[in-house]
């Protein structure tokens, strides 16, 4: 059974918490959540207090001083949509379950969102959310240092050599399709992912050379973990 089924296509009331950073698109931000509390609007007692995986998204108008730029949002929202992870918002807006497999060898949209552990969907106006308060880990403060990496990266260097810097030290994947057509020719797409092979690799190198010098294995992540992270 599906916990969310008592909600699809209602109007909810929804307190989560932002697990990454929001992507800003042309008219849209997409916010990903992990739902402590879900109410149904016009009933209260349907209540949903499991941790739920939300993929909220807000649509906003174009501000009419911005000589008709799409996608920017008026000054008072970009203030309240300014959202880092650990942020807790309070959200109102109408709950769906995202398309599953249309086609026979389609696309499976739900599928997709299963695997980042996104349960359901709900699209919310910009007056209707609300920061509440903020969740503090050591998760989401990694999640700062890399998005200030990130920044440094993109101030410091050409596009290019940004999104190339950043797809092989972090794994994004927001390189220019023409570069990325040119990794392709050369057959070297691979080195812009450190993928398990990879990490493998460097474990295997570091266990051999523990063993040779015959460190006890209870210390080893004295070693590895460092090493890893490296």
């Known amino acids: 059974t599906d916990a969310l089924d008592n909600f699809d296509q209602k109007d909810v009331s929804l307190t989560g918490v932002v697990t990454d950073y929001p992507v800003r698109t042309e008219n849209r931000l997409t916010i990903n959540l992990n739902a402590k509390e879900l109410v149904a609007t016009t009933d209260e007692n349907n209540r949903l207090e499991d941790s739920t995986g939300i993929r909220a998204t807000i649509y906003y108008p174009a501000d009419e001083d911005t000589n008709g730029e799409p996608g920017l949002l008026k000054t008072n929202q970009v203030q309240q949509l ?80 940004s999104d190339l810097l950043k797809g092989v030290v972090f794994g994004e994947k927001n390189i220019n399709e023409d570069l990325a057509r040119r990794f392709q020719d050369a057959g070297v797409t691979h ?6 092979l990879h990490v493998g690799y460097v474990f295997l190198a570091l266990s051999l050379l523990l063993m040779a010098i015959r460190i006890n294995k209870r210390y080893w992540m004295l070693f590895l973990t460092p090493a890893l992270l490296f």
Not at 191 to 196: K, M, N, R, T, Y
């Open 191 to 196: 080195v812009l992912s450190v993928s398990g």
């Open 82 to 161: 300014d959202l880092a992870p650990g942020d807790v918002l309070l959200l109102q807006g109408q709950l769906s379950h995202p398309s599953g497999k249309r086609n026979p060898g389609g696309f499976d949209y739900r599928l997709y969102l299963k695997s980042q552990s996104i349960d359901g969907l709900l699209t919310v106006e910009p007056e209707n959310i609300e920061r509440i308060g903020q969740e503090r880990s050591i998760y989401y403060q990694i999640l700062a240092i890399k998005k200030t990496l990130e920044h440094q990266s993109d101030v410091n260097f050409s596009k290019d050599v």
